[in-house]
T-cell receptor, first 114, second 112 residues
Framework: NAGVTQTPKFQVLKTGQSMTLQCAQD?????MYWYRQDPGMGLRLIYY???????DKGEVPNGYNVSRLNKREFSLRLESAAPSQTSVYFC?????????????FGAGSRLTVL | QKEVEQNSGPLSVPEGAIASLNCTYS??????FFWYRQYSGKSPELIMS????GDKEDGRFTAQLNKASQYVSLLIRDSQPSDSATYLC????????????FGQGTTLQVKP
């Protein structure tokens, strides 16, 4: 049982390059999330998908796009990477979109933009 | 003002002591509150959830919630060096969308 799987684990980009972070969960969860974590900033929500077919902006959506490909997969795309997007990105999922549900996190993807 | 605030620390306690971690939040309509533990280089893992005013105990951990004061805390009794980590407070707001807002985390150091 893999839980939440993110790829890649590490990536180095040059400014202006694009890339997609992939996330898949095998727990039959309805809701999925993308967070970024910077030193001293905690986790900040980028985008989330309360259910298949819906996506919404979080706290820091600028410079990102997302796609909920199906119930299992939720991808995060950087169209033109900037050094300010250097961060650790975490994908998470939960059973449903109610506040009582617990998030399960992936292992994280460390992105460096030069 | 951040929606969820924590003292970033580090909080240093001797082994065997009680560690007290605090968190305040701004959305008065928030209903669900969580404490996650994150070891360096790892992903966050849930240690406690609390939904009602009062205390909730699970082993050495006690979560305390006071909605009137918009305050949630985590007590760790008999602290162990293995408890050394960053503790993240997370709050589900009143919008009922399931998204969690995290505080910046408190780093706890338990010294042998």
């Amino acid at each position: 049982n893999a839980g939440v799987t993110q790829t890649p684990k590490f990536q180095v980009l040059k400014t202006g390059q694009s890339m997609t972070l992939q996330c898949a969960q095998d727990m039959n969860h309805n809701s999925m999330y993308w967070y970024r974590q910077d030193p001293g900033m905690g986790l900040r929500l980028i985008y989330y998908s309360a259910s298949e077919g819906t996506t919404d902006k979080g706290e820091v959506p600028n410079g990102y796009n997302v796609s909920r490909l199906n119930k299992r997969e939720f991808s995060l795309r950087l169209e033109s990477a900037a050094p300010s997007q250097t961060s650790v990105y975490f994908c998470a999922s939960s059973l449903g979109a109610t506040g009582a549900n617990v998030l399960t996190f992936g292992a994280g993807s460390r992105l460096t933009v030069l | 003002q951040k929606e969820v605030e924590q003292n970033s620390g580090p909080l240093s306690v001797p082994e065997g002591a009680i560690a007290s971690l605090n968190c305040t939040y701004s959305d008065r309509g928030s209903q669900s509150f969580f404490w996650y533990r994150q070891y360096s280089g790892k992903s966050p893992e849930l240690i406690m959830s609390i939904y009602s005013n009062g205390d909730k105990e699970d082993g050495r951990f006690t979560a305390q919630l006071n909605k009137a004061s918009q305050y949630v805390s985590l007590l760790i009794r008999d602290s162990q060096p293995s408890d050394s980590a960053t503790y993240l407070c997370a709050v589900a707001g009143s919008s009922n969308t399931g998204k969690l807002i995290f505080g910046q985390g408190t780093t706890l150091q338990v010294k042998p």
